[in-house]
């Protein structure tokens, strides 16, 4: 009950900061251009410098090489997600259009604009480096795998065609990811870091957690809360999103544990708690250069997010008992 309570709490927090974003956005405070700001400075300047200086002031060599046990769980549990997921669109036959969505809505997590505040809210600072053991794993897995699912689910094209489109490396190392291995580089050579910098830094990647949360309230008012559709194929990805990938992560950490490998309890329950996550906040952009079904994207990532604020409270309550 106390963790319910706990989680209730913290989600409560970030559903004020979400409303601040959906109300000002209706007030007409914030125009169409502002959320595409929003998320570039999100993007490419606070949340680098927001994973700098926690690695900086939460990581140890030592620690770092003990996390390295979590990108065994993380990629598996993603792994096991493609395969059942595969699975379940020919079992169910998923329309074109639909099938790369409906899977990467199973396998793939929102993890920086919902994850992140999230875990921070949860957890706080110190669950960071499991978040990102978390983090590095699902920006591999979207944009290595999940991006090509969508673009050969392109229901315009003819069967056997290649797509065109030339798969963009840049993509497996966005500015994040980057500020985590600049992280580790300068945690390797043991660099220090000058007091005017990391106070810099700090106030910079302090922007984060606010910033993401209105931005998503921003997304949710412009996605508009009435078109919200609970069909056959949102409510299957939707429990593959909620059900399957937690479940999943969870089991392969048990089994781990069984064999001797378990993990912290904080990271236990960060990698689940993101498995848990919403699905991804790009995904009806990617459909849109695919021509999929746009409006089944914007579904799912608008049911998802919304959700999540039900599943929450009780992934936070059922993992105490883990």
């Given at each position: 009950m106390t963790a319910f309570i706990t989680s209730v709490g913290s989600i409560v927090t970030i559903l004020i900061m979400m409303a601040l974003g959906f109300g000002l956005r209706g007030l007409g405070w914030f125009d169409d251009k502002f959320s595409g700001s929003i998320s570039k400075l999100i993007m490419n300047v606070a949340l680098p410098a927001s994973i700098f200086m926690s690695v900086m002031k939460n990581l140890t060599l030592p620690k770092l090489v003990s996390l390295s046990s979590g990108l065994i769980y993380s990629f598996g549990?993603?792994?096991?997600?493609?395969?059942?997921?595969?699975i379940a669109v020919k079992a169910l036959k998923i329309r074109p259009g639909r099938r790369g969505l409906f899977m990467n809505t199973v396998v793939n997590a929102n993890t920086i604009f919902i994850g992140l505040p999230l875990n921070l809210a949860l957890f706080g600072t110190k669950s960071l480096p499991y978040f990102l053991v978390y983090y590095v794993t699902n920006t591999v897995s979207t944009w290595a795998f999940g991006v090509f699912l969508i673009q050969n689910d392109d229901p315009t094209k003819e069967k056997g065609a290649k797509s065109a489109q030339a798969f963009n490396w840049k993509k497996l190392l966005p500015p994040p990811l980057l500020g985590f291995l600049v992280s580790l580089v300068w945690l390797l050579l043991r660099l220090p870091v000058p007091d005017w910098a990391g106070n810099t830094l700090t106030y910079i990647?302090?922007?984060?957690?606010?910033?993401?949360?209105?931005?998503?309230?921003?997304?949710?008012?412009?996605?508009?809360?009435?078109?919200?559709?609970?069909?056959r194929d949102t409510i299957l990805a939707l429990l593959g999103r909620f059900v399957l990938a937690p479940v999943v992560i969870t089991l392969l950490i048990l089994f781990g544990a069984h064999i001797g490998h378990a993990l912290p309890s904080m990271e236990m329950?960060?990698?689940?708690?993101?498995?848990?996550?919403?699905?991804l906040a790009v995904m009806p952009i990617l459909a849109n250069e695919a021509h999929g079904d746009v409006e089944y994207a914007t579904n799912l990532v608008t049911t998802s997010t919304i959700l999540f604020i039900i599943v929450v409270p009780i992934v936070m309550t059922l993992i105490q008992f883990i």
């Amino acid at each position: 009950m106390t963790a319910f309570i706990t989680s209730v709490g913290s989600i409560v927090t970030i559903l004020i900061m979400m409303a601040l974003g959906f109300g000002l956005r209706g007030l007409g405070w914030f125009d169409d251009k502002f959320s595409g700001s929003i998320s570039k400075l999100i993007m490419n300047v606070a949340l680098p410098a927001s994973i700098f200086m926690s690695v900086m002031k939460n990581l140890t060599l030592p620690k770092l090489v003990s996390l390295s046990s979590g990108l065994i769980y993380s990629f598996g549990g993603v792994i096991i997600g493609y395969i059942i997921a595969w699975i379940a669109v020919k079992a169910l036959k998923i329309r074109p259009g639909r099938r790369g969505l409906f899977m990467n809505t199973v396998v793939n997590a929102n993890t920086i604009f919902i994850g992140l505040p999230l875990n921070l809210a949860l957890f706080g600072t110190k669950s960071l480096p499991y978040f990102l053991v978390y983090y590095v794993t699902n920006t591999v897995s979207t944009w290595a795998f999940g991006v090509f699912l969508i673009q050969n689910d392109d229901p315009t094209k003819e069967k056997g065609a290649k797509s065109a489109q030339a798969f963009n490396w840049k993509k497996l190392l966005p500015p994040p990811l980057l500020g985590f291995l600049v992280s580790l580089v300068w945690l390797l050579l043991r660099l220090p870091v000058p007091d005017w910098a990391g106070n810099t830094l700090t106030y910079i990647g302090g922007l984060v957690t606010p910033l993401s949360l209105i931005y998503i309230g921003i997304v949710l008012y412009d996605a508009g809360l009435k078109s919200i559709k609970f069909d056959r194929d949102t409510i299957l990805a939707l429990l593959g999103r909620f059900v399957l990938a937690p479940v999943v992560i969870t089991l392969l950490i048990l089994f781990g544990a069984h064999i001797g490998h378990a993990l912290p309890s904080m990271e236990m329950q960060t990698l689940i708690v993101q498995a848990s996550a919403p699905g991804l906040a790009v995904m009806p952009i990617l459909a849109n250069e695919a021509h999929g079904d746009v409006e089944y994207a914007t579904n799912l990532v608008t049911t998802s997010t919304i959700l999540f604020i039900i599943v929450v409270p009780i992934v936070m309550t059922l993992i105490q008992f883990i």
